[in-house]
Each structure stands twice: as C-alpha cells, then as structure tokens.
C-alpha cells in the first residue's frame, strides 16, 4: 500500500467581470511514494473585492494561515487603500482590513512571521513628499502594531518587503534621494519600527528595486 503525500499551491489572479475582483484558489498534487506526479486539481477558489476597482499583488503563507495584499477601491477611507485579507487554509476568509488615508494607497509584498505580517506599499496620504514607501506591522488576528513611511519629498515607493531574525527588510524605489531620476533602496527596520538604515543604488537615469529577500549570507 502506498502512502500519498499532497503539495498544496495557492495561485493568487485579478479577475475582471464588471470591475477588477481578487481571485484566491488552491489547488493540491499528490505525490505517491513511487514520486508519480498526478495533474493539480482545484480544491477551493475565493474571491475578495466590492463594487468598484480591488487587485492584489502579494501572497504570503504560514502555519495559520494564508495572506493576501493588495489594494481596493471599494473599501477605505481614500481613493484606494491599501488592503490585506486573511484565509484559512479551506478558503474561509478570517478578516481583512485597510490601510490608507483620503489619497492613493497601495499595498504590494506581504510577509508572515512569527511575531507578526508586515504589509509593503506606498502612500500619497501620510509622509514626506508625493508618494511616500511604507510598511506596516500586523498582528495575527489583523490588529495594527505600527506603520512607517519612507522617503523624502519626491516619489519614493515601497514594494517588497522580507523578515529575517535581525530585522525586516523594505525595497523599492526613490526619487528623493541618491544619483539619478529614481534609484533602487532598501531599508531595514527593527522589531518595533525602529529604522536601522537605508541604502540607495543606481546610476543618473532610472533605477528601481522591487523584491527583497534574506539569506544566511546576506540580502538580496
């Protein structure tokens, strides 16, 4: 008798039927222990979003559940906010709030840790300048801890975002500070929000930095 393992992958889409709709699905392979694939099937599919505009750009999951980012106009206090929604591992939707003031606000990376989510994106609504990067720290049950906004008085914006056992990572690009018309930086951010440093990278013409991620040997 054989014994079948399953790999669970979770596709995360935009679907347009009259507006834009977040589309969640899982689908399961299972592996027997000769390691003869069978074809993924869906188990479950979900959709979040309202009346107007909502899109969804990042997917974390952990041991509680799964995590999806992104930004809505159907929902908020602005034009758009910034949103996060949490599902378990059947499809149930948790909760999900939103982030943002009365501008333009959008959220990007999504990163589960054991202390808590962080959320990227950028923001019109608070900061320094145009747009401003942020992150923001969330509990498990989607309780806000802190937010932090990052840039000057240009257009800085935040994307990706990465949570090591020293401190979370922020990129994206910024046209307030380095060499060029925009350049690549990363900011790395205590436990608490605390900001440790930044970097920036690039030349004199358009440089940008989208994904962030941590490894024993350093940060990519």
């Known amino acids: 008798m054989t014994r079948e393992k399953k790999k669970r992958v979770y596709l995360l889409t935009m679907a347009s039927i009259m507006c ?10 299972c592996i027997t222990a000769a390691d003869a694939e069978s074809p993924y099937c869906m188990k479950w599919s979900q959709t979040w979003g309202g009346i107007s505009g909502d899109g969804a750009y990042g997917l974390s999951v952990s041991s509680d559940g799964i995590y999806v980012s992104g930004y809505t106009s159907s929902f908020g206090a602005g034009a758009s ?79 990706g975002v990465a949570v090591a056992t020293d401190g979370i ?10 060499a060029g018309a925009s350049d690549a930086f990363i900011a790395k951010f205590a436990e608490n929000g605390t900001q440790l440093w930044n970097r920036t990278w690039g030349g004199t013409a358009d440089d940008r930095g989208f994904g962030v991620a941590v490894a024993t040997d350093g940060i990519y």
Do not use: H, P
Request: with cysteine; proline share 0%; net charge negative.
């Open 81 to 159: 906010d910034a949103f996060m929604a949490k599902f378990a591992s059947n499809g149930t939707q948790l909760w999900n709030c939103t982030w943002g003031g009365a501008g333009d606000e959008r959220g990007f990376a999504v990163a589960a840790a054991s202390d808590g989510i962080y959320l990227s994106g950028y923001s019109s609504s608070f900061g320094a300048g145009s747009y401003d990067a942020f992150i923001v720290k969330y509990a498990a049950n989607g309780t806000q801890l802190w937010n932090r906004t990052w840039g000057g008085t240009a257009d800085d914006r935040g994307f």
């Open 20 to 29: 834009s709709t977040v589309l969640l699905s899982a689908v399961v392979r």
């Open 169 to 178: 990572y922020l990129s994206g690009y910024t046209s307030s500070f380095g």
